[in-house]
Each structure stands twice: as structure tokens, then as C-alpha cells.
């Protein structure tokens, strides 16, 4: 029986399946002791013509496919756990890259009791080729970008409040429960905050990293950050206390802007009030895109780096509060 289960969520993922695959293959974390459960959402592309490839081209890995007809991540997860039979429970998505010794420190991380779900660092990497890409991919671990979030930046091993995938023993399911199949995005938050109501410690230690590709232009950005706004909306009706000033930031902007341009129509004062706000924004936008430009020594980030953040800000906010107004509109209906 394998003592680590790796769980893949993944639908339409060719592009980058085999990455990980590989990486798992490579781990310094015995092969006999591990196994990889990927639940597919039935994907159109090669995804599972990939899968079975690297499955005849190593037999001494155990890769299991279990299909996921939800098409959602919560549940794509919760099958996967289901099929598992691993003691240890490890999370990665499709499109990351867990670095050669990701299990071995994971392991290491929950044998210690550091921790009672342990993760480490995000490495963001470009999703596509060209100047946009490569600005899109720094803007996502960027503080104006993501704040606090410490699995973008941190520098030192800390209790913190999530962990991107995250590691833990199979008894923490039990006690806490599967993950809430009614959220499609910010599951993985909910999961570590009923850890932490349960006394549980999520634990992140920068040594554990993993690669992850970011996505590859403003398009897939916008919908990636305004399925994470929606979602998050959603689930603070339960969790109300766990909204951090950094998520907070984005609707509250987007809403003064709605505001000052309604009142902008009638009174002149306000779109005094607007366009300073904006033209305040656009300088704070412009001095990332230029120290980060300098920094790495690339120009085109003067404008992708901008450009990215406040797609990443607008998204969010935007759909943040479109959730709160559908949402109380339903609650009116009923």
C-alpha cells in the first residue's frame, strides 16, 4: 500500500500534464511509496491520451484516472481522496511543477508536527510566450498584485491562513470533512479555514516549492481572478471573519469608482474626486511596472506589469460584487 497519494484535479490539461507527471516521476521521495490519483473532467483534448502514455512508459509509478462528470475542482478533489489509499494525502494541480524533493519535505513537514496541512511557495512562471506573459506571470506574485499572501513572497516557515495544494494525513478529512463541492474556486481556502476552526495549524514552509504556470493572457487572467472574487464572496457568508484587507481592497476600489461616476453626472466636484482617484491608481500601477521593469532589466514590464495588476484588481472586484448584489437579490426573490 502506498504511503503518500498524490491528487491531481484536471480537466483539458495536455499542455502541461506531462510536466508534472514527470516531476513526480523524479521525486527523491521513494516511487514504491506513492502513488497519483488525477480526477478528470472528462477532457476533450489529449489530457487522458497523455495520462495513458506515461502509464505504459512507467509501470513502476501507479497512476490512476478517475472521472469527475461535475467538471468542478471541490469534487474532482473529493473522488480523488475517495479512490485514494495512501496514509498521506498530497494536492497538486495539473499545471504546477512540484520542485524534486516536494514530497520528501511535505512528508518530512507532517512527520515533525509542524503542521496539520503543509505547503510551501509558488515559483510563477509565464504561461504563454511573449512581453505579456512574462508580465502577467510577475504580477501574480507581486505584493500590489496579491498582498499578503505569504505563499507568493514569504521568507520564513510560519502558520499562516492557506497553502496553495497542500499535504496532510488522511484523518484530517475525517475530522474536518471533504472539500464544499458548492464552491467552483476557493476550495482549497475553506478546507484550511475549518482546519484552523478545528485547532488544526496550516503550516507553510518556503523550503517546499512548486513551479506554477500562470495564466497566458489578460482574457484567461480576467476570468481566473473574477471566478476567485465571485467564489470568495460566496463563501464569506459562512466565513465572514476570514476576509483579508488585501481581498478587501479590489471591490471597495471598483465600487468608489462606480459611485464617483454616478455622482460625477450631476455634481462637478466628484469627477474632480474620480479622476484624481484614477490618475493616483495609474501612477501606482506605472512605479511597479518601472521598478519591476528596471529590476529585471526588461522594458516591456513598464506596461505589462500594469496592465496584469489591474486586470487582476478589476476582475476580482468587480465579480466580488456582482456576488454580493446576485446573492441578495436571490435572498429577496425567496
Request: proline share 5%; net charge positive.
Amino acid at each position: 500500500m502506498p504511503l503518500v497519494s498524490i491528487i491531481i484535479p484536471c480537466y483539458n490539461e495536455e499542455l502541461t500534464i506531462h510536466l508534472l507527471l514527470d516531476a513526480i516521476y523524479s521525486q527523491t521521495f521513494p516511487r514504491t511509496e506513492m502513488e497519483v490519483v488525477i480526477a478528470d473532467g472528462m477532457s476533450v483534448d489529449r489530457t487522458r491520451g497523455r495520462v495513458a502514455a506515461f502509464q505504459l512508459e512507467h509501470p513502476d509509478l501507479p497512476v490512476r484516472l478517475v472521472d469527475n462528470p461535475q467538471r468542478v475542482i471541490p469534487a474532482a478533489l473529493n473522488r480523488a481522496i475517495r479512490a485514494a489509499s495512501g496514509e498521506y494525502i498530497l494536492r497538486l494541480d495539473a499545471h504546477s511543477v512540484p520542485h524534486p524533493d516536494y514530497v520528501e519535505r511535505c512528508v518530512a513537514a507532517l512527520r515533525s508536527g509542524a503542521g496539520d496541512n503543509v505547503g510551501g511557495i509558488w515559483e510563477i512562471r509565464p504561461g504563454g510566450s511573449g512581453w505579456l506573459s512574462r508580465g502577467i506571470a510577475v504580477a501574480a506574485s507581486h505584493p500590489l498584485g496579491v498582498g499578503d499572501a505569504h505563499y507568493r513572497h514569504a521568507g520564513q516557515a510560519q502558520a499562516v491562513d492557506t497553502v496553495p495544494f497542500g499535504a496532510y494525513h488522511r484523518s484530517l478529512v475525517e475530522r474536518v470533512g471533504f472539500y464544499d463541492e458548492r464552491l467552483l474556486t476557493n476550495e482549497d481556502y475553506e478546507f484550511n479555514t475549518r482546519v484552523r476552526q478545528s485547532g488544526g495549524v496550516v503550516w507553510l514552509d518556503p523550503a517546499i516549492r512548486s513551479a506554477y504556470f500562470a495564466r497566458p493572457n489578460l482574457v484567461a487572467l480576467a476570468r481566473q481572478y473574477g471566478r476567485y472574487g465571485f467564489w470568495k464572496a460566496r463563501m464569506l457568508r459562512s466565513y465572514p471573519s476570514t476576509l483579508r484587507w488585501r481581498q478587501a481592497l479590489p471591490p471597495l476600489f471598483v465600487f468608489s469608482i462606480l459611485v464617483l461616476t454616478l455622482l460625477s453626472i450631476c455634481i462637478v466636484l466628484f469627477r474632480w474626486v474620480l479622476a484624481a482617484e484614477v490618475l493616483i491608481y495609474l501612477v501606482v500601477l506605472l512605479a511597479a511596472g518601472l521598478q519591476t521593469a528596471f529590476g529585471r532589466k526588461d522594458l516591456s514590464m513598464i506596461l505589462s506589469v500594469p496592465l496584469a495588476v489591474a486586470t487582476m484588481h478589476l476582475a476580482w472586484g468587480g465579480a466580488f460584487l456582482w456576488s454580493l448584489v446576485a446573492w441578495r437579490e436571490a435572498n429577496y426573490a425567496t
